[in-house]
């Protein structure tokens, strides 16, 4: 039996009766690892900031919508735009950290990314918001090489993190064998990842950004229901430049990295109106609710730290 067709037509709400969470990953154009060969940090202030008004045009979208989303805030632009960080908050959306410089996590010693995490939450309570929860490391970075780091993000009081992502179909991110849903990791920290769909003996990755550029619209959209199928909610992301077709254009990137980043920048919002047209969603803190909840000890004494 096809279980997409069973879940469609077996629920009076169909594709609604399942709330999913929508994360936003707030970053600059020019901060994304297919183009960090072509704009070094030193240079990262000089660059032609957009992320304020990309991030404000999804605000657009999700009001006129009345969705709610988790936006996982780089502390760098926290920083920097700590007004736009209590926008966010001031529509009832949830500010978590996606850590302050955007570094992939096993290229960092345990110091440095302890120290990349304290910049992070200050950078969010510097802008008046309470402390952040939950975490999602850049690049997806916690794999088998930066075990380490969740008992480093459960020591800052954070309650989840969002960064394991369950496949192997990637070159820079993936864990094979990892959990597809929410889970505690051995530290104790609650693990929401990236969605994934099992086909054969693999995870493939559908949780949005470039997949969701990429793939068809209808692939999208099959996975999702295909996942809430099994009874569970899709973990889905975009970042605010993918919604940003006239942003400046890098050369000498190669073609791989070209694609990646640039192809179906004109049809990400138009397919995301769709998504939220179908499904429903809402932030990490609610659609995981009991859950985070039901937090390890260690990481309620972070919070009150």
Known sequence: MDPVGAYTRGNVGGAKSIANALTIDVEEHFQVHNLARHFDRETWDLQPSRVVRNTRLLLRILAEYDVRATFFVLGWVAERHPALVKELAAAGHEVATHGYGHALIYD???TEFDEDIRRAVASIE???LPRPIGYRAPGFSITARSLWAPDILLGHGLRYDSSIFP???HDRYGMRGAERFAHRLPCGLLE???STV???RQNWPVAGGGYFRLYP???TKAALRRINA???PAVFYVHPWEFDPDQPRVRGVSLLKRFRHYQNLDKTERRLRALLTEFRFAPMREVFAERIASAPAEAAVGMTA
């Open 198 to 200: 099992r086909m054969g």
């Open 230 to 232: 099994e009874g569970q």
């Open 192 to 194: 929401l990842p990236p």
């Open 108 to 110: 960092q010693t345990p």
């Open 217 to 219: 619209l209808w692939v």
């Open 126 to 128: 510097a802008a008046g």
């Open 167 to 169: 496949t192997v179909a």
